[in-house]
T-cell receptor
Framework: GAGVSQSPSNKVTEKGKDVELRCDPISGHTALYWYRQSLGQGLEFLIYFQGNSAPDKSGLPSDRFSAERTGGSVSTLTIQRTQQEDSAVYLC???????????????FGEGSRLTVL | AQSVTQLGSHVSVSEGALVLLRCNYS??????LFWYVQYPNQGLQLLLKYTTGATLVKGINGFEAEFKKSETSFHLTKPSAHMSDAAEYFC????????????FGAGTTVTVRA
């Protein structure tokens, strides 16, 4: 597709359940990011993938959160044993370059809104 | 660590009036600076950015921002608001040292009154 695609757009789950959120970045973009947007707060960095390098997981809030990127393209963010404080919009973004060639232009998807009851 | 402060979570302006959104950063070395906009039901998109060169940068839809090192600021302006400018605006920074992580402010929601 032309843009970053995320699914599902909305997810309602019960506390304690696991959820998977999917991101399909723009074709050819080597860098992929996950951010979390909570009500009234800015975007919180979660994780960054660049090519075949080891991901930067420094923003993941707990070990219940994990992410992978298969084949340098699609990424899945998994939240295990969800808690109510995990409720937020999870945003995926990609960029043409990362690291030294980074120019700051991230292309964002529309996000996956997660509600944990 | 980079820190970004946006003054005012909500701004309401009349159509045709000046739009001014404030952003201040905290770092001893000026970072790269960005403004992103999020229209209703859409993903964030880059409005403009400052990396080097001219301190007054122009973006899409008539917006511009000026980097002022002495004030550690990067305020966003538009001379005349249009109804289509209603959106949430985010200021973001990243260090110059090849850091790829954008740090975002809390955002400012702009409403435009007819």
């Amino acid at each position: 597709g032309a843009g970053v695609s995320q699914s599902p757009s909305n997810k309602v789950t019960e506390k304690g359940k696991d959820v998977e959120l999917r991101c399909d970045p723009i074709s050819g973009h080597t860098a992929l990011y996950w951010y979390r947007q909570s009500l009234g707060q800015g975007l919180e960095f979660l994780i960054y993938f660049q090519g075949n390098s080891a991901p930067d997981k420094s923003g993941l809030p707990s070990d219940r959160f994990s992410a992978e990127r298969t084949g340098g393209s699609v990424s899945t963010l998994t939240i295990q044993r969800t808690q109510q404080e995990d409720s937020a919009v999870y945003l995926c973004a990609s960029s043409l370059h990362g690291g030294a060639k980074f120019a700051g232009e991230l292309f964002f998807g529309e996000g996956s809104r997660l509600t944990v009851l | 660590a980079q820190s970004v402060t946006q003054l005012g979570s909500h701004v309401s302006v009349s159509e045709g009036a000046l739009v001014l959104l404030r952003c201040n950063y905290s770092s001893s070395v000026p970072p790269y600076l960005f403004w992103y906009v999020q229209y209703p039901n859409q993903g964030l998109q880059l409005l403009l950015k400052y990396t080097t060169g001219a301190t007054l940068v122009k973006g899409i839809n008539g917006f511009e921002a000026e980097f002022k090192k002495s004030e550690t600021s990067f305020h966003l302006t538009k001379p005349s608001a249009h109804m289509s400018d209603a959106a949430e605006y985010f200021c973001a920074v990243t260090p110059r040292s090849n850091d790829y992580k954008l740090s975002f402010g809390a955002g400012t929601t702009v409403t435009v009154r007819a």
